[in-house]
């Protein structure tokens, strides 16, 4: 599974990257308003940190408007994937978009047959969110295993992009479920990296090491 930072921070995105592990960057407008950059530069800045797919949402909600916006943010670097919300005008805009050779991430997916007409339009993404499914008191992961299952069927290029991933265990259910990517917040991949039996290994094996050849 790639692993995605679903973030706009540049502090984040350095940190995440240099850890080596990170294969690209989901923003949406919440993100971006967030750190209070104009969109086109924020994303020209997480470009130039992070060489993967980048996710650039558009905020039109008309098929036209999005057209237009949609070039616009392709055209500001090559690993620029156009966001577009899951509604009628997206898709169609995903649809144009996606024969003109721009690469489309279609977000807002709450619901499999949502994702079926996503695969369709083809999509190079489709983003299903699993927290917000789970914050209304049903359980999120079964739209991945159903995306899962319905793209296998039909052999849909469309990846399935696990999106709203809070937990260390979202993720791991995640690629259980055999989701391409997942975008986590920074603050859920670094503790992704923490098991108290990781630390307390490490310290006894130092420990030893020094009793016998000091501390370097
Ligand atoms: C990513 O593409 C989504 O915008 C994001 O994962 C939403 O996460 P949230 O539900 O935690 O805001």
Wanted: glycine share 8%; net charge neutral; hydrophobic share 45%.
């Amino acid at each position: 599974m790639k692993i995605f930072l679903d973030t706009a921070n540049l502090e984040e995105i350095k940190k995440g990257a240099s850890w080596g592990i990170v294969d690209g960057v989901t923003t949406n407008p919440s993100l971006i308003a967030k750190e209070g950059k104009p969109i086109e530069e924020q994303v020209r800045a997480i470009c130039d940190i992070v060489d993967g797919d980048i996710s650039a949402e558009v905020v039109a909600t008309e098929f036209s408007a999005m057209l237009e916006e949609g070039r616009k943010l392709a055209k500001i670097h090559k690993n620029i994937i156009v966001k577009l919300p899951l509604i009628r005008d997206g898709v169609q805009a995903c649809k144009a978009l996606e024969s003109e050779g721009i690469r489309t991430n279609v977000t807002l997916c709450f619901q499999a047959g949502q994702g079926l007409l996503v695969a369709k339009a083809g999509a190079y993404i489709i983003s299903p969110f699993v927290g917000r499914i789970d914050d209304m008191g049903a359980d999120g992961m079964i739209l991945i295993h159903d995306l899962v299952k319905i793209y296998k069927n039909y052999g849909f290029k469309t990846q399935i992009l696990a999106a709203s991933l809070r937990t260390p265990n979202h993720v791991i259910e995640a690629a259980k479920a055999g989701a391409h990517i997942g975008t986590l917040p920074f603050k859920t991949l670094d503790s992704l990296f923490n098991h108290p039996l990781t630390d307390k290994g490490l310290d006894a094996f130092l420990k030893d090491y020094a009793k016998v050849f000091g501390t370097k």
